[in-house]
């Protein structure tokens, strides 16, 4: 079975700072990748995706990620975080053959602090 | 466009009782997922809907849970019999097609049971 492995459950930094929020997943067959992220009693936001082409996708809001495919990861990285920034963040993967399974698979989060 | 509305926000329920959640998706989305969140420990699927089929349930709680999506109205979740070990944060996504557009996401329903 897949399973998304999110190494650090908090990670408190610095406005400004560099920030990367770590990912691994399992599977031996293509996926589909996803980072989201929840505000304080919201629903989650996809903030950026894989399915394919270029291995570093970004999002509007400055966030990056990178997929690996030797090593299994989709680490999300930002190079400078704002107070703003301050949620929690979901890594998730789906099989990427297009088939029947629609269900993600989710990580625990992670929960980026921002302090000034 | 309304995103996927989930009502009612919060939910107090006696042990014992019924919980009914709901859930609308987007306008034009037809796959509908169910997900529970407990602290510390993310979301965890349940089932995953189109419109009058269940296609995969593998995460449902073999009693007291059900969910359907009519043809007609919204997704409904319904959790009879509550216990305390219910109480979580229940999110409804939808998607236009699979995965592979990524969900949207309700805001939830948090259950709290007494």
């Known amino acids: 079975a897949q399973s998304v492995t999110q190494l650090d459950s908090q990670v408190p930094v610095f406005e400004e700072a560099p920030v990367e929020l770590r990912c691994n997943y399992s599977s031996s067959v293509s996926v589909y990748l996803f980072w989201y992220v929840q505000y304080p009693n919201q629903g989650l936001q996809l903030l950026l995706k894989y399915l394919s082409g270029s291995t570093l996708v970004e999002s509007i809001n400055g966030f990056e990620a990178e997929f690996n495919k030797s090593q299994t990861s989709f680490h999300l990285r930002k190079p400078s975080v704002h107070i703003s920034d301050t949620a929690e963040y979901f890594c998730?993967?789906?099989?990427?053959?297009?088939?029947?399974?629609?269900?993600?698979?989710f990580g625990k989060g992670t929960k980026l602090s921002v302090k000034p | 466009n309304a995103g996927v509305m989930q009502n009612p926000r919060h939910l107090v329920r006696r042990r014992g009782q019924e919980a009914r959640l709901r859930c609308s998706p987007m306008k034009g989305h037809s796959h509908v997922y169910w997900y529970r969140q407990l602290p510390e420990e993310g979301l965890k699927f349940m089932v995953y809907l189109q419109k009058e089929n269940i296609i995969d349930e593998s995460g449902m709680p073999k009693e007291r849970f059900s969910a359907e999506f009519p043809k007609e109205g919204p997704s409904i979740l319904r959790i009879q019999q509550v216990v305390r070990g219910d109480s979580a944060a229940y999110f409804c996504?939808?998607?236009?097609?699979?995965?592979?557009?990524?969900?949207?996401f309700g805001s939830g329903t948090r259950l709290t049971v007494v």
């Open positions: 996504a939808s998607s236009p097609n699979r995965v592979d557009d990524g969900y949207t």
């Open positions: 998730a993967v789906n099989k990427g053959n297009g088939g029947s399974q629609g269900n993600l698979i």
